[in-house]
């Protein structure tokens, strides 16, 4: 393979991956707590119109970045209250976010900025740039690696390098500390950790609103680092792409960083076939490069949630026994 098409390559799909990452990370928490979550993609939605409508009316990335994470981490809330506190199908809670952010985001925009549901283009001061441009440009003059290095792994922003060493510290958290294993037993089993005398309660609270903050950061991303402005639905079904890849990972986090690569490696393949000639085909068809990731998801959710093994308390609402 070309150097150019490699590197190219390769910073295309970190730059995908990123949001799908920092999304699956946000699912497997709250799911090793026991409580399903479906809404990711309403999450993302509304934490990207929060960011995108923040930084063009104030001009602040910080203001952009901080608004998107709360308004996440209240739909994490909402999630909560109404699947933790009051026992509620947790399945029927995230489709209603789902639906609710698909809604709002577009009738909240018209009302504001009278775009067609679309916030104004965030100036190039708001968007977060790139975090090494000298070390990069210093490394093109070396043949080869100087190109995959430099513009494959170090063209990227902040939020790029943060979701990537999310991943080793996810599985520290989850496995090395007192609170994962507290939480990986609320997935499993609920009644223990209830007679150990540890709050069920707060800690899927906990969880989700450690998946409220991901989220945030994963919508914040596709306004801020990705495009230009917020439009309707352009999270284009990441949330669900997040979970088929939490699901394919079997809820750890490095299986789902994999599973996450692979998507990203799909979609940015996607956009370098465009055009593209091949032999005795001619140019392969534009809608079925896009529809791969999606066609891969629907492949991973029929082949493997079967096989997967959920955490066992997963779906089940806690009633304290008196």
């Not at 308004?71 to 994490?76: D, E, F, G, N």
């Not at 925009?109 to 679309?118: P, V």
């Amino acid at each position: 393979m070309d150097e150019a098409l490699f590197a190219a390559m390769l910073a295309s799909t970190l730059r995908v991956s990123t949001p799908l990452i920092l999304c699956a990370l946000a699912g497997m928490f709250s799911e090793r707590s026991g409580v399903v979550d479906i809404g990711l993609e309403g999450k993302m939605l509304f934490a990207a119109f929060a960011a995108g409508a923040a930084g063009a009316a104030y001009q602040s990335t910080t203001l952009a970045l901080l608004l998107g994470v709360m308004v996440a981490v209240v739909l994490s809330w909402m999630h909560g209250l109404a699947c933790v506190s009051h026992k509620g199908d947790q399945v029927v809670s995230g489709v209603a976010i789902n639906i609710i952010a698909a809604g709002m985001t577009v009738v909240l925009g018209i009302a504001w900025f009278a775009q067609g549901g679309q916030t104004p283009p965030v100036s190039t001061e708001v968007r977060i740039k790139a975090l090494f441009p000298g070390l990069q440009q210093a490394l093109a003059q070396i043949p080869f690696i100087g190109r995959v290095v430099g513009e494959g792994l170090l063209s990227h922003n902040a939020l790029v390098y943060l979701a990537l060493a999310l991943v080793p510290v996810s599985w520290w958290v989850l496995f090395r500390t007192r609170f994962g294993l507290r939480l990986r037993a609320v997935g499993e089993n609920p009644q223990m950790v209830d007679a150990a005398g540890v709050s069920v309660t707060g800690l899927r609270y906990a969880a989700l609103t450690i998946n409220g903050v991901l989220c945030g950061l994963a919508g914040s991303y596709l306004v801020l680092a990705q495009s230009a402005n917020f439009s309707a639905n352009m999270t284009a079904g990441r949330g669900f792409m997040a979970l088929a890849a939490l699901i394919f990972g079997r809820w750890h986090p490095v299986g789902a960083f994999w599973a996450c690569l692979l998507f990203g490696f799909l979609d940015a393949a996607a956009i370098r076939l465009q055009g593209v000639q091949i032999s005795g085909l001619g140019e392969v068809p534009v809608q079925l490069i896009q529809a791969l990731p999606y066609l891969l998801t629907v492949i991973l959710l029929a082949g493997f949630i079967g096989k997967a093994v959920a955490p066992q308390a997963l779906g089940r609402p806690y009633s304290k026994e008196r």
